[in-house]
């Protein structure tokens, strides 16, 4: 299989700290067992929905991104759980539908998705979704994959743009993930704009068909953020929180499961019982706003970071 290795920009970070700085925003893993679903207005709580999110599936993977990595054996474990929940495994445009009033969701409904477009998402993850018929959505980062491109992220082995039509006759929908991974919440409008447009017009070019969602690097959004991803024409895009989403959950910023590699097969059959993680939407707390408040002020010494 060819593979593209990410270039490094300027300003980027080494990828170390993911899981505190994640968890530090709002985005990591909140105590085990905890699950609160959230309330409609008329005080029924809405059914949870289990958002898996992978990064990358193999068992050597780069130390930067080893703690969000599964390997082949512990994918094929989640993936049997899923199958044996019951659920509807769906792609993001099932949730889009419902949220814009176009059509109901299916029973339970689970959704499997993948950020950034490591080389294994086009082979042997890609097939173990197919040999049990479980559809997925993957979100791209354009400069990590497209000849010549440059991105934030840390040398890996990524899968190249020309195979992004493959994974969609695979069964996976086929979102963004911006050009260069940074942190949206941090950026100029200007360089906002280009991270939002510059990776849909990329995607849509190689697929020849609109794409219509997006995912925030490492979740970072803001209500500025989700504004303008609105105004570039996405029509929903997905956050991390690591929570449990829900039929009620806000279109820009659809709350995912981060997967690490410490998780079990316990964990995952949980999350499906729709357990183990809070259910959104929920406002952002006081924690979270400061981290965002204190990550634009470094960014304006040390200009775009990594999002990790």
Request: overall charge positive; cysteine-free.
């Amino acid at each position: 299989m060819r593979t593209t290795t990410s270039r490094r920009g300027a300003g980027q970070g080494d990828g170390r700290g993911r899981a505190e700085r994640g968890a530090q925003d709002g985005e990591g893993p909140i105590r085990p067992g905890r699950s609160a679903a959230a309330p409609s207005p008329g005080g029924v709580r809405a059914p949870a929905i289990p958002v898996f999110l992978y990064h990358s599936v193999m068992d050597d993977p780069p130390g930067w991104i080893a703690e969000f990595t599964v390997t082949p054996q512990q994918f094929a474990a989640h993936l049997d759980a899923v199958v044996r929940s019951g659920r509807t495994p769906v792609t993001i445009s099932a949730i889009a539908d419902h949220l814009a009033g176009r059509a109901p969701l299916p029973p339970r409904p689970v959704l499997l998705t993948f950020d950034d477009g490591f080389a294994d998402l086009p082979g042997p993850t890609a097939e173990a979704l197919a040999e049990r018929a479980l559809p997925a959505t993957a979100y791209l980062t354009t400069g990590a994959i497209a000849p010549g491109g440059r991105s934030l992220l840390p040398p890996a082995p990524m899968m190249p743009l020309a195979r992004a039509a493959e994974l969609e006759r695979y069964g996976m929908e086929i979102g963004s993930h911006t050009v260069t991974h940074a942190q949206l919440d941090t950026l100029s409008a200007k360089d906002l704009a280009y991270e939002l447009r510059a990776s849909k017009a990329v995607l849509e070019d190689a697929l020849g068909h609109e794409v219509r969602h997006l995912a925030y690097p490492h979740g970072y959004n803001s209500p500025r953020v989700r504004a303008m991803s609105a105004r570039a024409g996405y029509e929903t895009a997905a956050a991390v929180r690591h929570a449990l989403s829900s039929d009620r959950d806000e279109r820009y910023r659809i709350a995912r499961l981060i997967v690490r590699r410490t998780h079990t097969v316990a964990d995952v059959e949980g999350w499906l019982a729709g357990a183990g993680a809070r259910v959104a939407p929920y406002r952002d707390g006081p924690k979270t706003i400061a981290w965002r408040w204190y990550r634009r002020a470094r960014a304006m010494v040390r200009g775009p970071e990594f999002a990790g």
